[in-house]
């Protein structure tokens, strides 16, 4: 059964700082990942979207990099800004022949001015 | 585009109670997906239709629970009797092959 994991859990950050955000995952058998944005009583953002083929994708001050067969991701952002406060979340998608996505439980970020 | 509709934005009501949420998906997607968020199990895929079709309700927690798609721009989530946890943020999500893209949720709070 796949699992996800994001770690950490929570983190605050001073404005200006580049962060790491990590994800893991159980079986590599996927056809792709994604990094999504929550915000606060909002639904979700797509953020980054990688497929199981790639290594990485960039947009703008995020780069995200998967490595499967260690069954990681990890989302990069950099120079941090208040903005960027929300939760951040992984998804990974089952091979083709399912939408089912298996979402990790967030990592809550806060970027202090 | 106005994106995903959802309705209501937030739901109070008593144990077993019937409830109703409702979802206008994005014009011309032919995937709608229901999920559910809780602080103790994250988010979680309840069902998903193809073209107006359930595809895959392996998620859907029980019998108290019911989807339907009765055409490509409606779908509705059902729980009958509600029970107080079954109280959880329910996002509804449409998509063209793949990404999805949600609907800003209904809280649902069951007391």
């Known amino acids: 059964k796949q699992e996800v994991t994001q770690i950490p859990a929570a983190l605050s950050v001073p404005e200006g700082e580049n962060l790491v955000l990590n994800c893991s995952f159980t079986d590599s058998a996927i056809y792709n990942l994604q990094w999504f944005r929550q915000d606060p009583g909002k639904g979700l953002t797509s953020l980054l979207l990688?497929?199981?083929?790639?290594r990485e994708q960039t947009s703008g001050r995020l780069n995200a990099s998967l490595d499967k067969s260690s069954g990681r991701s990890t989302l990069y952002i950099a120079a941090s800004q208040p903005g960027d406060s929300a939760t951040y979340l992984c998804a990974v998608r089952r091979p083709s022949g399912t939408y089912k996505y298996i979402f990790g439980t967030g990592t809550r970020l806060k970027v202090l001015a | 585009d106005a994106g995903v509709i959802q309705s209501p934005r937030h739901e109070v009501t008593e144990m077993g109670q019937e409830v109703t949420l409702r979802c206008k998906p994005i014009?011309?997607?032919?995937?709608l997906f229901w999920y559910r968020q809780t602080m103790m199990r994250g988010l979680e895929l309840l069902i998903y239709f193809n073209n107006n079709v359930p595809i895959d309700d392996s998620g859907m927690p029980e019998d108290r629970f019911s989807a339907k798609m009765p055409n490509a721009s409606f779908s509705t989530l059902k729980i009958q009797p509600s029970e107080p946890r079954d109280s959880a943020v329910y996002f509804c999500?449409?998509?063209?092959?793949?990404?999805?893209?949600f609907g800003p949720g209904t809280r649902l709070t069951v007391t």
């Open positions: 999500a449409s998509s063209v092959k793949g990404d999805p893209y």
């Open positions: 990688i497929q199981s083929s790639q």
């Open positions: 014009s011309g997607h032919d995937y």
